[in-house]
């Protein structure tokens, strides 16, 4: 399972911090609910994009002994996934969306066209639970449609926040789970595949 590292900083900050298990040490587990400390459990790499960073960051895994599961701190930053940090794709989605510049003045290299354009596909098809989604967090504004209300009201929550809110709190992905992948929709996923047509 992944949740997220209540980290607001930069990559270098992360990466410095990231020697001390207990910063951030779950003092419970988040699966099965055992109010037992965690036990530090090793990294994992992955890669990420950002505006000053382009190479690969460790995540901390914590392990809980009662249910045998990992435990994975995502940071804040990063939208499971997918590898470019949120502002790298929060900066393209504005550009593009709301101030309609141009793909190229939009998604400067190193971010490459399709990358961009599967963003934008993504953000669109969800941009309607998002609203629904982020009316918890700010008053939804008149827009000519999701696009533009989901993007107003990204842009007034503040994006980390917003992430912070969907992820931990309804499990939401920012710009929707990809196929498949959803944490609800993996049991049901599995189950109706192997159901008799
Ligand atoms: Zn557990």
Known sequence: MQILHPFAGSVQQYNEQLSNP???????????????????????????????FDGSIRVRRYLCHACQRTVSLLPEFILPYLRSSLTVIAAFLIARLLLAQTLKTAA??????????????????????????LAALTQPTPARDFVHRALTMLESTGW??????????????????????????????????GAPA
């Open 22 to 52: 207990d910063a951030h040490r779950p003092g419970s587990c988040p699966q099965c609910r055992t109010k037992h400390p965690l036990t530090a459990h090793g990294f994992y790499t992955r890669t990420l994009i950002d505006t000053a």
């Open 108 to 133: 400067p290299p190193p971010t490459p066209y399709q990358r961009g354009q599967f963003w934008m596909r993504r953000f669109r098809a969800h941009a309607e639970a998002l609203c629904a989604a």
């Open 160 to 193: 980390i926040a917003a992430h912070r809110f969907l992820f931990g709190g309804v499990r939401c992905h920012l710009l929707g789970w990809p196929r498949g992948l959803a944490p609800d929709s993996r049991r049901a996923t599995f189950s109706s595949a």
